[in-house]
């Protein structure tokens, strides 16, 4: 157990559809990743939030939004899902900057996600 | 051309075999290096972790770094049937944080 808790681990839904996805960091660690992984792409960077604040955008598409709330879980949402949108989602957290291990990501058992 | 380039195999090797796996990467800002192994249906778990230029070994496992032709390497001895997943290179440039940029993995089969 990485210390880092996704939630749903399945999710088969329909095209057109909405979901959210949760995602709590590591105890301690205040940023927080999302990831995309599909077959033909690899791990792709989406958004970036530290303690709350967007830090950094990836390829992350319009109908795609996240946040990080006060307790740090952050949320990705996805809309107007597509079949291309069917992937692994993966969150990744890490410390403080500074802190011991501030540049390494640890990822969480990802969400699967299924459009069909 | 991609950011981070890697071969993604499949590697097929039998038990005991040396693996190098590889990567290669176009931007010069690039100061921290890691290798992540993910197994089937898991979430990838940091195996190596490297800052600049150097070598790094860690039990079976040793990473190499050669900035200078922007190249990175992870060599694994001894290599066991438990070995088999797909392993990632990431990287990033300098600063107290950012996100990691991957290469696509490389499958490797360790057979017994």
């Known amino acids: 157990d990485s210390g880092v808790t996704q939630t749903p681990k399945h999710l088969i839904t329909a095209t057109g559809q909405r979901v959210t996805l949760r995602c709590s960091p590591r105890s301690g660690d205040l940023s927080v990743y999302w990831y995309q992984q599909s077959l033909d792409q690899g791990l792709q960077f989406l958004i970036h939030y530290y303690n709350g604040e967007e830090r950094a955008k990836g390829n992350i598409l319009e109908r795609f939004s996240a946040q990080q709330f006060p307790d740090l879980h952050s949320e990705l949402n996805l809309s107007s899902l597509e079949l291309g949108d069917s992937a692994l989602y993966f969150c990744?957290?890490?410390?403080?900057?500074?802190?011991?291990?501030?540049?390494?990501?640890?990822f969480g058992a990802g969400s699967r996600l299924t459009v069909l | 051309q991609k950011e981070v380039e890697q071969d993604p195999g499949p590697l097929s090797v039998p038990e005991g075999a040396i693996v190098s796996l590889n990567c290669t990467y176009s931007n010069s800002a690039f100061q921290y290096f890691m290798w992540y192994r993910q197994y089937s249906r898991k979430g990838p778990e940091l195996l190596m972790y490297?800052?600049?230029?150097g070598n790094k070994e860690d039990g079976r496992f040793t990473a190499q770094v050669d900035k200078s032709s922007k190249y990175i390497s992870l060599f694994i001895r001894d290599s066991q049937p438990s070995d088999s997943a797909t392993y990632l290179c990431a990287m990033r440039g300098g600063g107290s944080q950012g996100n990691l940029i991957f290469g696509k993995g490389t499958k490797l089969s360790v057979k017994p």
């Open positions: 990744a957290s890490s410390p403080r900057p500074g802190g011991t291990g501030a540049n390494v990501l640890t």
């Open positions: 490297t800052y600049s230029s």
